[in-house]
């Protein structure tokens, strides 16, 4: 069974409130007090002097329980939200594995499911490993971006991203966070530019929540849990009002759903759910037994959960 091994997070030290990043974007100040009051957000962390090698490279070095296990590791995915990251032909994924030892291993990015690619990663690393015959194999799953562009910075009317950055170690038969189930609902019709299109943005805002707890509700199905089981929810960063409105669909808790990253740090692309464990690992919010649910909405449409036990 698919199991995180370990899992480390990075955030740059760099904090920047929302108004500076919305001057620099042309926010209006509406749209500013919209994010603030409303969604919740207040700083992102974010790394101005950085590039996407070294803020994949600070997630790494937190790995510490990769050291001397480098040569079981057979796959390496990026997490990718976004189809391009860097301009071709820099290939900073190789580039940082050839550096870290783990040159050996099969790489590649996974995209298309945008800020829920995460998820997909740790499944599909999952997968890759259950047919290897050396039971220990293992699998690094690192997710992080940059903001190059105001596309990357902004998902109108509803959050704006950070640069956190985050990888854990998956293999096939861990005894701790171990995968109960995967669910994926897939809205094609809501692809295309937001920011351009007032009648798809409102459309796909109107069923967000609704195809959210769609895909929520079947990865309890099949992990054949209900609710009541989960210690907690942890969902994407993108703001704290779509999650408080979840939360009351659902009539689950909103203080064991974890948003503490909402305010502090922001949306970290496909990392938030990794950072979101990390930190409910740390309050004793999820602790060794536990059920508990990573959920994550990626434009295009895309919605996934994914159940796990601790």
Sequence with gaps: MTALEAVAVHLPPHTVPIEA???????????????????????????????????????????TEL??????????IHARSMPVAVPHPLNPLHDLLAARGLGHASAF???????????????????LLAGEPDER????????????????????????????????????????HRMLSFAVRQRPEFDGRLAEDADLLARYQREYPNVMVEAIEAALEQAGLRFGDLAAILPHNVNQASWRMISRRIGFPLEKVVLDNVRS??????????????????????????????????????????????
């Design 137 to 176: 194999a293992l699998a690094v799953v690192l997710a992080g971006e940059k903001t190059f562009t105001r596309d990357a910075q902004l998902v109108p009317e509803t959050g704006i991203f950070a640069e956190g950055a985050a990888a854990c170690l998956v293999s096939a038969g861990g005894e701790r």
């Design 67 to 76: 050291r001397g296990r480098e040569r079981h590791v057979r796959y390496v």
């Design 21 to 63: 990043v919305g001057e620099r974007i042309g926010l209006t100040p509406r749209q500013l007090r919209l994010f603030r009051r409303f969604h919740g957000l207040d700083q992102l962390r974010l790394d101005p002097n950085g590039k996407l090698p070294d803020l994949l490279d600070a997630a790494l070095d937190g790995l």
């Design 265 to 310: 740090v922001g949306h970290s692309f496909a990392a938030d759910g990794l950072i979101n464990l990390h930190t409910a690992t740390a309050r004793g919010l999820v602790r060794r037994g536990d059920h508990y649910l990573i959920a994550a909405a990626g434009v295009g449409a895309t919605f996934s959960a994914m159940a796990m036990r601790s």
């Design 109 to 127: 990015t996974v995209t298309h499911h945008a800020c829920a690619v995460g998820l997909l990663a740790i499944d599909l690393a999952g997968r």
